[in-house]
């Protein structure tokens, strides 16, 4: 219950298009849902985050779309370029005092190809 | 976001030897600290939770005798592997957080090789 699952493992898209990375979870108390962005031999940085009384968030070119009722997650990249090439992981968190843990996805590795 | 540092970025060791590895927040007080260590191709597995001031919290299967954790200030973590062996070679990387808030800020992460 625990799980936070993603898709797809890897991901070719051309430049300008658009890439999207699903996730799914089961534990209805994750309550944040935040994307990181992780480039070879570096940490993870965070890219974009959502909470479950919103539907979809916009920062530039990067969207998260949240269906509650499907306890599902998306990370939409509009107009992709060889610069997002990079390793994408979906994660979840509980409600609660304090810093809480996270719960990662398997991570996406996409390529953008020029 | 938050700017965390961790040293020493590369470290090659020998078997049998302890390697610490430090975590610093650099532009916030971070009551909590997060250690994880990532296999090369795999995702983040948490290794363990550390508040200041307090014994390190470690999941399941992780040795707390092995991977020393203390969490000495609101700025500074510090992990160390102790007795180390080639299985314990891995990407190490700390994250940094505080009450009240979701973010957890990562570091560039430690790269340890035991020979």
């Known amino acids: 219950q625990q799980q936070v699952k993603q898709s797809p493992q890897s991901l070719i898209v051309q430049k300008g298009g658009i890439s999207i990375i699903n996730c799914a979870y089961e534990n209805t108390a994750f309550d944040y849902f935040p994307w990181y962005q992780q480039f070879p031999g570096k940490g993870p940085a965070l890219l974009i985050a959502i909470r479950p009384d919103v539907s979809e968030k916009k920062e530039g070119r990067f969207t998260i779309s949240f269906n509650k009722s499907a306890k599902q997650f998306s990370l939409h990249i509009m107009d992709s370029q060889p610069g997002d090439s990079a390793t994408y992981f979906c994660?979840?968190?509980?409600?609660?005092?304090?810093?809480?843990?996270?719960?990662f996805g398997q991570g996406t590795r996409l390529t953008i190809n020029p | 976001g938050a700017v965390v540092s961790q040293h020493p970025s590369r470290v090659i060791c020998k078997s049998g030897t302890s390697v610490k590895i430090e975590c610093r927040s650099l532009d916030f007080q971070a009551t909590t600290m997060f250690w994880y260590r990532q296999f090369p191709k795999q995702s983040l597995m948490l290794m363990a939770t550390s508040n200041e001031g307090s014994k390190a919290t470690y999941e399941q299967g992780v040795e707390k005798d092995k991977f020393l954790i203390n969490h000495a200030s609101l700025t500074l973590s510090t992990l160390t592997v102790t007795s180390a062996h080639p299985e314990d070679s891995s990407f190490y990387i700390c994250?940094?957080?505080?009450?009240?808030?979701?973010?957890?800020?990562f570091g560039p992460g430690t790269r340890l090789t035991v020979t």
């Open positions: 994250s940094v957080s505080r009450d009240r808030i979701y973010e957890q800020y």
């Open positions: 994660a979840a968190s509980n409600r609660g005092q304090g810093a809480q843990k996270l719960v």
